[in-house]
């Protein structure tokens, strides 16, 4: 079983990641295979809207995605980490985040994987970064394990916040306790309930 940290904040060794790694150590006790992305350096362009992914099943953009797509797809178990910026996640989140749409055809490619995320906030804005990933992982049938939120502002003061430390380590637990209990869509709903009805009933979402 293999669990990927995937760390999208700018700073190195900065609070987002002092989680992350925590949280990966957690998958580590439980016997997991762990890796860490770090998103940042990477060569990674925005979507553009194309659409050809819609066709060919897979991204046209040739670039740094093509690893983190390889190493998802191997991977059972994503923990995702994502500092807080203007009460949204980061850049390097939200680019991840679009780019992987093209997951989504001909069939969702990450059905059945557990999702975690570990956002970190100075104040506000933690709760925004929450829904967007757990509606990420319902949209693409993941089985959401559990969320984690830790406050600090300065570099490296999140080793203070020992309820966000304990709780990124247990998320880690958790991701790979529910990779284990076998989760899978029933195959009559292996697709969003929009897609299924435009096919079972040849109506669509967006009418006009």
Known sequence: ?????????????????????????GAQERGAETEILFIPPMRIS?????????????????????????????SEGIIFGAPVYFWSMCAQAKIVMDRLYAFRHPHLQLANKVGGVIVVASSHGHLSVIH????????????????????????????????????????????????????HYPEEFKNPIYWMVKDKYGVDPCPF
């Open 1 to 25: 079983m293999k669990v990927l940290g995937i760390l999208c904040s700018p700073r190195k060794r900065g609070n987002t990641e002092i989680l992350l790694k925590e949280s990966l150590k």
């Open 46 to 74: 925005p979507c553009d809207g194309c659409g050809r992914c819609r066709k060919e099943g897979k991204c046209r953009i040739k670039d740094n995605m093509q690893i983190v797509y390889e190493k998802i797809l191997e």
């Open 132 to 183: 967007n990933f757990n509606q990420f992982f319902i949209s693409n049938h993941m089985l959401a394990a559990d969320w984690v939120f830790g406050f600090a502002r300065e570099k490296g003061a999140i080793v203070k916040n020992k309820h966000a430390l304990r709780s990124s380590y247990e998320l880690g637990r958790a991701v790979v306790s529910l990779v284990s209990q076998g989760f």
